[in-house]
């Protein structure tokens, strides 16, 4: 995993940047100590090298999150159309994501009223025990999604779909994104809002099985 991990930072207008050295320097030397393992716990290190304290996040009440976890749910069985479960795959995928999440356990969790979104966080459910927000998929989702987050404090961890995650992003005051491809299901955004004058930022990287190549290339998504 260490020679395909992949991490694009963005600040708030949209600009890509690539990792500097000096986030690399951070990610290799928290790999020594042992402090990070996994794909995903990695991106969240890089996270730290560039938006900030991820890894020793605060302890005090705070007026909006610290950091926002956003991911897509994990691969979903072809049938019922309307709300199928996770294949096997998509299992596998929550799993790796409650893994990777154990440096950056969440305080708030927001998922969908489908049952991919919430099999896809059970696992992080079941290790925190937290009741999650269940956000119907409304004309108002993406806003009632951002101002769920924007009143919690902490991590937060959002498990949406192709078409919401991204608009998501931007309305947390992020950069304006594309939906997610169908077949891409690894994508992992790590989101700090503006706090005291400092822009907010974003890291985009990966978690789980990679997706197969060409999955950022698509038509129009399922959702």
């Not at 500097?20 to 996270?47: I, N």
Request: aromatic content about 2%.
């Amino acid at each position: 995993m260490r020679g395909t991990m992949q991490a694009v930072a963005h600040s708030a207008d949209g600009e890509r940047k690539t990792m500097t050295k000096v986030s690399m320097m951070s990610w290799k030397q928290a790999d020594r100590v042992g402090a990070v393992t996994g794909s995903l716990r990695r991106a969240a290190l890089l996270g730290v090298a560039m938006i900030g304290a991820v890894a020793v996040l605060p302890q005090v009440a705070q007026a909006q999150p610290s950091l926002v976890i956003l991911v897509r749910h994990g691969e979903k069985q072809p049938t019922p159309a309307n709300d199928p479960s996770l294949s096997e795959a998509g299992v596998a995928r929550a799993d790796a994501l409650e893994k990777a999440l154990a440096g950056a356990t969440p305080g708030t969790i927001v998922v969908t009223a489908t049952k991919r979104t919430q099999e896809t966080a059970a696992a992080v459910v079941k290790r925190t025990g937290i009741t999650p927000t269940v956000i119907a998929l409304s004309g108002a989702h993406v806003k009632s999604v951002a101002d769920a987050v924007m009143k919690a404090s902490g991590v937060v961890l959002v498990v949406g779909h192709s078409n919401t995650v991204p608009a998501i992003v931007n309305a947390l005051g992020g950069p304006k994104l594309p939906d997610l491809c169908d077949a891409s299901y690894a994508t992992m955004f790590v989101f700090q809002p503006a706090r005291d004058g400092r822009a907010a930022q974003l890291v985009t990287s990966s978690y789980g099985t990679p997706d197969a190549p060409g999955a950022s290339t698509c038509a129009p998504p399922s959702r």
